[in-house]
């Protein structure tokens, strides 16, 4: 019977190379013999790794060879966007990087406001930001902390790069708090002009943006508005 563990090897290298941008859509892949050799696995073992990744749309099999998948679909199940909810690494997903383009104290908007249950001329912190896999632009979003955040974890207000990543874990630490509740709210719209600037789309494209909750007792720990360009994916299962 193939190993689980070398499977799972083959499968998350793969996997992880095609995510980060790598190998790019139409990228052949070595053949199965030279995975083979190389990982030193039995050909059936190579076989179902490469039907794992086939399954999840990540790579396409011809006469000709294996290739990365023209439209790699990156999804999130409901059990994947808890755990990561539950981890609180960041709003990121597994092989993407982020660039922060402002971090800043402001007096927020009302409805920011109304969501922090903040008083008139109280600030919160802004941080926007945007996120890829090799030069692919995968999410746009807007995070806010309640300002007393920022005296704990000084890299909220930090634009440097890798300041992003782990963000919410620190908040978490420095603070004290726990999440225990998490919402989203998606819709489907056009894009307007910042938001297809900074995709790289044309005005009016196609997105899907959302919204993010997450918070204890006290009130709301962090706040985020995001959007995805078209043909990405964030899947739901439903668990019996």
Known sequence: MPSPKTFTKIADHFRERILSGELEPGAKLP???EIAGQWQAAAATVSRALQALQVENFIRTTPRGTYVADDPRWTLSARDRL???QRVKSFLAEGETSRVTAAELITPPLYVAEIFDLEAEDQVVRREWLAGRGKTRTVFAVTWYP???AALVPDLLNTAPGRNHGLSARVLEATGRTITHARDDMHARPADAREASALGLPVGSPILAGAHRWSDAEGIIEYGE??????????YEYQP
Do not use: D, E
């Open 147 to 149: 300002a007393p955040f």
């Open 31 to 33: 053949t199965n013999r």
């Open 226 to 235: 995001w959007c995805l360009p078209p043909r990405f994916t964030i899947g």
């Open 83 to 85: 755990a990561r909810v």
